[in-house]
């Protein structure tokens, strides 16, 4: 399957949102949406069951 085109999914997202952009802040905003679907991409990878977060802490034993 081809890579989506960034800007067409950007558009896409926008006017799912109801969100208008000034033309003047779209580059900054397209960077900030490119960041994200990297960041994206990255979350979307199976976690170890070692670094889980309900793993990841432990109650120190009260007394009994």
């Given amino acids: 399957m081809p890579e989506p085109d960034p800007e067409m999914e ?9 969100v208008i952009v ?3 802040r779209r580059t900054a905003m397209m960077e900030g949406f490119r960041a994200w679907c990297e960041m994206r ?7 170890p069951v070692a670094t889980e977060p309900a793993f990841a802490l432990t109650q ?5």
């Fill in 10 to 18: 950007f558009d896409i997202a926008l006017a799912r949102a109801g």
């Fill in 22 to 24: 000034p033309p003047e």
């Fill in 41 to 47: 991409k990255l979350l979307n990878e199976p976690m």
């Fill in 60 to 64: 120190p034993m009260g007394p009994r």
